[in-house]
């Protein structure tokens, strides 16, 4: 008998633009399994599953393997992670029309070249051409993204300090009328969107990442905000920027990605300003302490991190470690905890880390929400030990 609100899988596959043999298939990959199965062995799809049936045809569309799909679509199903999903997409699409413009203008340049006899770039075309870099920098831009957006959202969804992260460590930065700042590893901007209404209008911005991918999409964002703002693709380790050009340097959540801190230490240095100050903020052992015990009880060989961060720039030995370089050295603590009620946004969390934990999760996606939204159903309590550190230029 059918249910309400449910199709069968013709109906189903029909809507959708695929054969019922696709949707066998991506049943027995566990890439897309029906919502409910009938006695007579009928299945069922919901229009929560042709959502996400959109996103596993785009991630085809951009050439991801299935076995890195299916981790893509396991992340949740609530009303944000759609939201989130189909922005992504947007921007991705946005991006890969401007690429075809462009390569279309390079055609038309080498015919105009050809036509009257002068040298074409046949490099600049190749290079304009080439499907492959396009397809790589489409995807790695999506998992950057998509796991930025999974950890924002599970901080500001179920945070107990109302001020918010980003508020917080804007207010901590103390940007002044006319004062010149850098941030490293800028993500999506969520720190300047979030605080768009504090910015000095004088105020001179320029935000950097490592991702040309990330940088294009915030740079297009924050271009609607009305302030100067810059984003620039750059490496920590290497800032192209004048000696004391900055009055302020923010990186968040970052330093402890780099591969030599004390070159980025002197990076930083060299381009503040005498009396110009960094905020650097990180964590410690105990933050999200919870979220590591809660994978490793349902499978003990799960390692979220396959880098411990804090032991390489954290809350207890950054400050010794920034004391060779700055002066009046502080730090200045987030107060604040989670109690997750939700599975879906602490999934998604958890998948977006950068350890094993997709090799023993992905194939008992289901055994491991059931497993943790009976976590979840109570109130799941996650411990925060996160901060930041402020200095000064000696």
């Known amino acids: 008998m059918k249910k309400d609100g449910y199709y069968a899988s013709g109906k189903f ?60 679509t396991v992340r949740g199903t609530d009303q944000d992670f759609w939201l989130e999903s189909l922005q992504m997409q947007t921007s991705l699409l946005d991006e890969h029309i401007e690429q075809m413009i462009l390569m279309k203008k390079s055609i ?8 009257e006899s002068r040298e074409v770039n046949w490099s600049e075309m190749l290079r ?25 959202h599970l901080h500001s969804a179920y945070s107990e300090n109302k001020e918010g992260w980003f508020p917080w460590l804007y207010r901590m930065a103390d940007i002044k009328p006319g004062e010149r700042v850098l941030e490293l590893g800028c993500g999506d901007g969520s720190l300047w969107t979030q605080n768009v209404n504090l910015i ?47 009055d302020v340097v923010i990186a968040n959540h970052m330093l402890f990605y780099c591969e030599d801190l004390e070159k980025v230490f002197s990076e930083i240095r060299r381009v503040l300003k005498p009396g110009g100050r ?5 964590y410690s052992s105990r933050h999200m302490q919870e979220v590591s015990k809660l994978v490793r009880e349902f499978d003990d060989r799960i390692i979220l991190s396959a880098d411990v961060l804090f032991d390489k720039f954290g809350k207890d030995n950054g400050g010794a470690q920034l004391s060779q370089y700055f002066s009046e050295v502080s730090w200045q603590q987030f107060e604040d905890s989670l109690t997750v009620t939700k599975p879906e946004p602490l999934i998604a969390y958890i998948l977006s880390c950068h350890g094993n934990q997709n090799r023993y999760i992905v194939d008992k996606y289901h055994d ?25 230029v000696k």
């Open 278 to 282: 960094m905020i650097c903020s990180t």
């Open 200 to 246: 000095p209008d004088n105020a001179s911005i320029i935000l950097t990442d490592i991702s040309d991918g990330i940088v294009r999409e915030t740079g297009k964002k924050l271009a609607e905000l009305n302030h100067d703002i810059q984003c620039q693709v750059m490496d920590a380790h290497h800032i192209y920027a004048e000696d004391g050009s900055f």
């Open 368 to 392: 491991f929400y059931n497993f943790v939204k009976k976590k979840t159903d109570r109130g799941f309590a996650i411990t925060k030990d996160a901060g930041a550190f402020i200095t000064t």
């Open 13 to 72: 596959a029909e809507m959708a633009h695929v054969t019922k043999k696709t949707l066998r298939y991506y049943d027995a990959q566990n890439i897309l399994k029906p919502s409910h199965v009938a006695e007579n062995g009928t299945r069922y799809y919901t229009d929560n599953d042709f959502a996400k049936l959109q996103q596993i045809l785009f991630l085809k569309y951009l050439s991801f393997p299935l076995s890195d799909i299916k981790e893509l």
């Open 108 to 115: 038309q340049e080498a015919r105009e070249a050809i036509l």
């Open 128 to 152: 304009l051409s080439n499907a492959n870099e396009l397809e790589q920098k489409l995807k790695t831009q999506y998992v950057n993204s998509s796991n930025i957006s999974a950890r924002i």
